[in-house]
């Protein structure tokens, strides 16, 4: 009986050494943009993207599969350091290259129904069910889904307000440039 126990233990460890070994040389190499990427992320692994992690995020954008603006609690700055790093551009910004984002603009028209809430990829609307809703603009990535699901039109596009958390230098004027 202990002749067997030793057999098998002996064979447990050698299974166990030949894993870890294997383990060592076989692994695949770390990918450095989803490193970069994951060291600019909040880590709090809060799950408001819709993936279970901060790690997980940090390679579907790497790979291209989410948009850079996917993690609310990063905000703008965290969605422009993981466009650096990739090399792809933000959300798309209007024509006039100013950034809009949602807000619930008729007050008088909005029902409460929960539908804007429910399509919000990110979080950014807030309210109570038959209250009237509002967006966070820090957190609105202006994908316009909440607008398509509004049945009353309350929710409108509108010029990101302008805080100190999102002030940009304006781009110096040409006749500036000229005199320079």
Same mark, same amino acid.
């Given at each position: ?108 028209? *909005?029902? $409460? !129904?929960?539908? %804007? /809430?429910?399509? &919000?990829? #990110?979080? @950014?609307?807030?309210?109570? +069910?038959?209250? =009237? ?6 957190? *609105?990535? $202006? !994908?316009?889904? %909440? /607008?398509?699901? &509004?049945? #009353?039109? @309350?929710?409108?596009?509108? +010029?990101?307000? =302008? ?18």
């Amino acid at each position: 009986m202990y002749t067997a126990i030793l057999v098998l233990t002996a064979m447990a460890v050698a299974i166990g050494l030949l894993l870890a070994v294997a383990s060592q040389y076989l692994k695949s190499p770390p990918d450095e943009t989803a490193e970069a990427i994951e060291q600019v992320l909040p880590g709090t692994n809060c799950g408001q993207c819709g993936l279970p992690g901060c790690s997980v995020g940090a390679r579907a954008a790497a790979d291209g599969e989410i948009p850079v603006d996917f993690c609310p609690p990063g905000g703008r700055a965290v969605a422009e350091e993981i466009a650096r790093i990739t090399g792809r551009p933000m959300a798309p910004a209007s024509d006039d290259g100013i950034r809009r984002v949602a807000r619930v603009t008729r007050e008088d028209l *909005c029902t $409460g !129904c929960l539908k %804007c /809430i429910k399509a &919000c990829p #990110t979080d @950014a609307v807030i309210g109570a +069910p038959k209250q =009237i809703h509002g967006v966070l603009p820090e957190a *609105c990535s $202006g !994908c316009e889904a %909440c /607008i398509e699901v &509004c049945a #009353t039109g @309350a929710i409108e596009m509108v +010029p990101e307000p =302008i805080t100190l958390a999102n002030w940009r230098w304006p781009r110096p004027m040409e006749e500036n440039d000229r005199a320079a």
